[in-house]
């Protein structure tokens, strides 16, 4: 069975850091990419970052530079580094995971995780 645990959200005051946590099981990470999105109150959901099976990155241009995805295969998880958090990061955000065949993160995932919220505030 496939299950994608997120983990690491809270409240942290702006410029703070917090990583979130993706753990996966069911499956074995190598020959899968993975993604993180968020969607705030009343907003569609939006792409945050993803990585490939061949640890290609991508970043939304309102993270590039603050946020840093990585995966550990060996523990099945993939991370998500947030430093200098704004307030407009508050969201819930939720990891999802396809295989790619070695091409790069997919415009669609498959399997997605119930969501960890991360709130940004003073």
């Known amino acids: 069975q496939v299950q994608l645990v997120e983990s690491g959200g809270g409240l942290v005051q702006p410029g703070g850091s917090l990583r979130l946590s993706c753990a996966v099981s069911?499956?074995?990470?190598?020959?899968?990419?993975v993604g993180w999105f968020r969607q705030a109150p009343g907003k569609e959901r939006e792409g945050v970052s993803c990585?490939?099976?061949?640890?290609?990155?991508f970043y939304a241009d309102s993270v590039k530079g603050r946020f840093t995805i990585s995966r550990d295969n060996a523990k099945n998880t993939v991370y998500l580094q947030m430093n200098s958090l704004k307030p407009e990061d508050t969201a819930v955000y939720y990891c999802?995971?396809?295989?790619?065949?070695?091409?790069?993160?997919?415009?669609?995932?498959?399997?997605w995780g119930q969501g960890t919220q991360v709130t940004v505030s003073s």
């Open positions: 999802a995971s396809d295989r790619d065949y070695g091409l790069g993160c997919p415009a669609d995932f498959d399997s």
């Open positions: 069911g499956f074995t990470l190598d020959y899968y990419a």
């Open positions: 990585i490939s099976s061949r640890d290609s990155t």
